[in-house]
């Protein structure tokens, strides 16, 4: 049988409604025969209601993405969300249209749908899924968890994302999400980024999702889902670290709140609104044209400092386009923005990049600007008197590009750092980085986690972090690796 349209359902739902209270103005038996039929009839309606209102939502969600793109191929991104609400959904199809937008082809199912084939088919896959009860998966998942995570697969082809959805007040956070990760790097497959949190809708954690869709993509400048709620910080030193290196020039950049409390723990993300640069805002001066005069998107950087330093400290990188003019984020700091004016500015808590609070060996590894988020870790435990730190650090040229120099020197001298080894890579004729290093040490790391070790990495991503992380599978073991994961004693910054 047909169903009856959204808005006729609709309808004869308040139809029955009105009768139903209309027939207590009637009396005896066949009040209460006439009652009883109503409410049945009236609450079936709703029902209908409910399920076709829910089914026009979906088919609104997914209005946008032609046919074409509904067909995953090894070219396309696929997309798949496990949705108790609906909400997983709704991000899913978010994530879509933003990737689709910056032309990439994209393919989106619910998890239950995903095949064994498509599986061993797909290339990329982001997964989208909500945890519901005591960690478990949604019903739209129940078909996947059972047919697939209870096998074995070869996906040593396929590159992944999560993005966990959940609630924080429940114990089991985010628990499917965590298990499905875990699940597919038991598989062998391999993560284009770590598993990002997402706490009962959690805006900020959705932008940094939106930030690595825009680092695979290759198109960052697209607009922000959700403004963050900047606070105004006064910009107040500016310091060229590395001048003469082969490299981009990297800032020392220090500001300090207009008002209020310097509150932040060592792994945290500040999260800057950049502006147009002068001259771009007096060239399109009453322009009508929103695309190009709007707001621009949020940028990201690890915090360098601890609240006991007084000021909050990033360390930046100058980037260029391919056409040479400044990024969006750096030129603004680097740049264009002048010292004692008003930043915006947001502090964003990152769980995922905290050390455990006992004190316990620390190994910090990192490149380039990615000694800012280490350099936090370092200083926030020569505070606590935990002295077991050991820096693997690199970069291009000792003479231009060794960062904070007297600092780390300093702390090697009285007992907070207990190993370093930098790697300056243009220093000889052979290239050399951290990973290179580890492998020396490796002996010595083993060591060190025997000895319930805990291991940050902080740097590039493409390059860096994947060069560390196949490093640290050869010295440490896959599994035991994933053992420190799932433990949190292997966490990651990487960008």
């Not at 169903?3 to 308040?14: A, E, K």
């Not at 609450?43 to 209908?48: D, E, G, P």
């Not at 939502?57 to 993405?65: A, C, D, E, I």
């Not at 930046?316 to 003019?325: E, F, L, N, Y």
Request: aromatic letters at 8%; charged letters at 20%.
């Amino acid at each position: 049988m047909r169903l009856p349209s959204l808005r006729l359902t609709g309808i004869l739902c308040l139809a029955f409604t009105i009768l139903f209270i209309l027939s207590f103005f009637w009396h005896g038996a066949v009040q209460r025969d006439l009652s009883a039929g109503l409410l049945l009839v009236g609450y079936l309606s709703f029902c209908v209601w409910t399920g076709l209102k829910h089914k026009d939502s979906q088919s609104r969600s997914m209005q946008g993405f032609p046919a074409e793109l509904q067909r995953h191929d090894q070219d396309s991104i696929l997309i798949t969300y496990a949705s108790q609400t609906g909400y997983a959904e709704q991000i899913a199809i978010k994530t879509a249209m933003h990737l689709q937008k910056a032309g990439m082809g994209i393919a989106v199912c619910a998890l239950g749908a995903i095949q064994p084939a498509q599986l061993q088919k797909a290339q990329r896959m982001l997964f989208v899924v909500s945890t519901t009860g005591e960690g478990d998966a949604p019903d739209n998942a129940a078909a996947f968890t059972r047919r697939l995570m209870n096998q074995t697969l070869d996906l040593s082809h396929l590159s992944f994302s999560v993005l966990a959805l959940g609630d924080r007040h429940y114990q089991q956070f985010c628990a499917f999400g965590h298990r499905l990760a875990h699940w597919l790097r038991q598989q062998q497959a391999q993560c284009l980024f770590d598993l990002i949190e997402v706490d009962n809708g959690d805006e900020g954690a959705l932008r940094h999702w939106q930030h690595y869709l825009g680092v695979i993509s290759g198109h960052t400048e697209m607009s922000d889902w959700s403004k963050p709620g900047y606070q105004d910080w006064i910009l107040t030193e500016r310091e060229l670290l590395n001048p003469g290196s082969l490299g981009g020039p990297a800032y020392r950049i220090a500001c300090r709140p207009a008002n209020g409390e310097l509150i932040w723990a060592a792994g945290d993300i500040a999260e800057i609104e950049p502006q147009h640069p002068p001259a771009y805002q007096a060239n399109t001066a009453g322009t009508q044209d929103q695309t190009t005069t709007g707001p621009l998107p949020h940028r990201e950087y690890s915090i360098s400092s601890i609240p006991a330093d007084g000021k909050l400290e990033l360390l930046v990188r100058q980037m260029r386009r391919p056409d040479g003019s400044l990024g969006i984020g750096s030129g603004w700091l680097t740049e264009y923005a002048q010292v004692g004016q008003t930043l915006g500015l947001r502090l964003r808590e990152n769980r995922n990049f905290h050390t455990p609070a006992q004190d316990i060996p620390l190994i910090l590894i990192g490149n380039g600007t990615g000694l800012a988020g280490l350099r936090a870790h370092i200083k926030a435990r020569a505070a606590r008197h935990q002295l077991r730190n050991w820096l693997f650090f690199g970069e291009r040229q000792q003479a231009h590009d060794y960062f904070h120099r007297n600092e780390i020197q300093a702390w090697q001298q009285t007992g907070v750092l207990s190993r370093l080894d930098l790697c300056f890579s243009r220093d000889q004729e052979e290239r050399r980085y951290v990973q290179h290093a580890m492998l020396e040490q490796a002996g010595e790391i083993l060591s060190w986690v025997d000895q319930g070790t805990a291991i940050l990495v902080c740097g590039s991503l493409q390059g860096m972090a994947e060069e560390v992380h196949a490093t640290l599978n050869i010295i440490l073991g896959a599994e035991r690796l994933e053992q420190m994961t799932e433990q949190h004693l292997y966490r990651r910054d990487v960008y």
